[in-house]
């Protein structure tokens, strides 16, 4: 199994520019989320799915749209990407939200805007 | 508001000891807490849950113990290993929709 995987794993963007990133996983996990983390500031959580079809606003949402078509995919979009979204991007799926689980994350993105 | 501290300053210690990392939360009333690890250029790894009726959690070499009246969980790695060098991060479940909120984690260097 794979697991959580994200791509791209580096991406460099012009201010105004629009990009998706792509999360996959294998593990048949109803919840997916993303996250992005700075320098000092921890994971935040920028939206979150609880299943094929429906998406739900994070801490901090806006700048970001999300799909989830395909219950194994979840996809993270900016339309027009700013300097202040420099910063490293985490998915992460857990199997169904009920109850405490563990977050199963992906390697990152780091992303730069220019 | 809601707030997560953990150790603000990294962390060095000696191979061999016995390394504590603290993880204090205010505004929170968690049902339960994580350690999550976490390398350079890499996602965040789970390691230890623990729930609010419990007072410790073994591991290992792992040890969580979680306060709720100290709102306060300490995470103990015995016998470190330069192995152990990684920035760890404590969540805590923030009681809406399962969501983790995450500190901005520790940084733990063990020097050989």
């Known amino acids: 199994n794979a697991g959580v995987t994200q791509t791209p794993k580096f991406r460099v963007l012009k201010t105004g520019q629009s990009m998706t990133l792509l999360c996959a996983q294998d593990?048949?996990?109803?919840?997916m989320y993303w996250y992005r983390q700075d320098p000092g500031m921890g994971l935040r959580l920028i939206h979150y799915?609880?299943?094929?079809?429906?998406?739900a606003k994070g801490e901090v949402p806006d700048g970001y749209n999300v799909s989830r078509l395909k219950k194994q995919n979840f996809l993270l979009g900016l339309e027009s990407a700013a300097p202040s979204q420099t910063s490293v991007y985490f998915c992460?799926?857990?199997?169904?939200?009920?109850?405490?689980?563990?977050?199963?994350f992906g390697s990152g993105t780091q992303l730069s805007v220019l | 508001s809601q707030k997560i501290e953990q150790n603000s300053e990294a962390l060095n210690i000696q191979e061999g000891k016995t390394a504590t990392l603290t993880c204090n939360y205010t505004?929170?009333?968690?049902?339960?807490l994580q350690w999550y690890r976490q390398d350079p250029g890499r996602g965040p790894v789970f390691l230890l849950l623990?729930?609010?009726?419990?007072k410790e959690k073994r591991k290992e070499r792992l040890k969580v113990t979680f306060d709720t009246t100290l709102k306060q969980s300490l995470f103990h790695i015995t016998a470190s290993q330069p192995a152990d060098s990684a920035t760890y991060l404590c969540?805590?479940?923030?009681?809406?929709?399962?969501?983790?909120?995450f500190g901005s984690g520790t940084q733990l260097t063990v020097l050989p």
């Open positions: 992460a799926s857990s199997p169904n939200g009920q109850g405490p689980e563990k977050l199963f």
């Open positions: 593990m048949n996990h109803e919840y």
């Open positions: 799915s609880v299943g094929e079809g429906t998406t």
């Open positions: 505004n929170y009333s968690p049902a339960y």
């Open positions: 623990i729930r609010e009726n419990e």
């Open positions: 969540a805590l479940e923030n009681g809406s929709a399962r969501q983790l909120t």
